[in-house]
């Protein structure tokens, strides 16, 4: 009796339970809703292989898919207080940073890298949406200011992928602020007779969209970012109409006037490398 409960009974549980399998596996297109393994999804850049749909993608990823060999070196962003108007609503701030960090690995929703593009010198700065909806507050300006010094020093182009709700409530005026501060650095940039290249990607929103955002040399988007400032339903609330199919999205501004190009994920790099060695006058290769 022994050896069927010690032995037989676990070997037939072991055949006929359900096996646990490791979470995160899998992720769901939120266009045509098919599930994609992870793994596949990661080497197709976050680009449904069903559809077509482009998903988020976070601000290490950009970098590395943007410079050669995806190496680079990132830039120290300065510190700045943490919680300085020891904001509160179900958790304090401090509580909601600190959770973004462990959840991210970065410190805040921005990340500025420092590297080659086409065998150019180039800076590049990438937003990353999980961490609080990649919105502004003061480490995102100074992560802005960062990589616009940087590309100033180094005589280089600056690349900046916006991925934002907007300017961060919790920080109030302070996050408010970075307007005019993000504005400013993008016009040294531009002073030193540099480009600055913006790639609007899903979403681009709020305080992001009316500073920094929409001031690039050559402004680019990925296919059905939203780009606006206010929300749509907003916007119909308070004009009491209806707002066009397709309004807000990239396509419906490049049609506008609004947007220079429309890319794809996968040809994004390439166009980049063009636009670079163009604006720059040197020589650019595929590498």
Not at 141 to 149: D, F, K
């Amino acid at each position: 009796m022994s050896w069927l409960t010690n032995y037989v009974r676990p070997k037939i549980r072991a055949l006929v339970q359900r096996q646990e399998l490791p979470e995160n596996l899998w992720a769901k297109c939120p266009a045509c809703e098919q599930m994609i393994f992870h793994r596949e999804l990661a080497a197709n850049l976050n680009v449904c292989t069903h559809c077509g749909h482009h998903l988020r993608m976070g601000a290490k990823a950009r970098l590395d898919m943007v410079f050669d060999g995806a190496l680079y070196e990132t830039a120290p962003i300065p510190e700045v207080p943490i919680d300085p108007l020891k904001f509160r609503d179900k958790k304090s701030y401090a509580t909601r940073l600190k959770e973004a960090r462990l959840a991210s690995g970065g410190r805040d929703a921005i990340l500025v890298g420092h590297g080659r593009l086409g065998g150019i010198d180039t800076v590049a700065a990438a937003f990353d949406f999980a961490f609080l909806g990649g919105s502004m507050g003061a480490a995102v300006g100074e992560g802005l200011l960062t990589a616009a010094r940087l590309a100033v020093k180094h005589e280089a182009p600056l690349i900046v992928f916006p991925s934002s709700g907007g300017a961060r409530m919790q920080e109030g005026i302070i996050s408010l602020m970075q307007l005019p501060r993000t504005t400013i650095a993008i016009e040294m940039v531009k002073e030193a007779g540099l480009p600055y290249i913006v790639v609007l990607t899903d979403p681009t929103t709020g305080g992001v969209t009316a500073s920094f955002a929409m001031l690039g040399d050559i402004a680019i988007a990925e296919p059905g970012a939203v780009i606006g400032f206010a929300g749509a339903r907003v916007i119909e609330e308070t004009i009491r109409q209806q707002l066009p199919e397709g309004f807000q999205r990239a396509e419906y501004l490049l049609e506008h006037g609004m947007l220079d190009m429309v890319m794809h994920r996968h040809k994004l790099r390439d166009a980049l490398i063009k636009l670079v060695g163009f604006l720059t006058k040197r020589e650019a290769s595929a590498a």
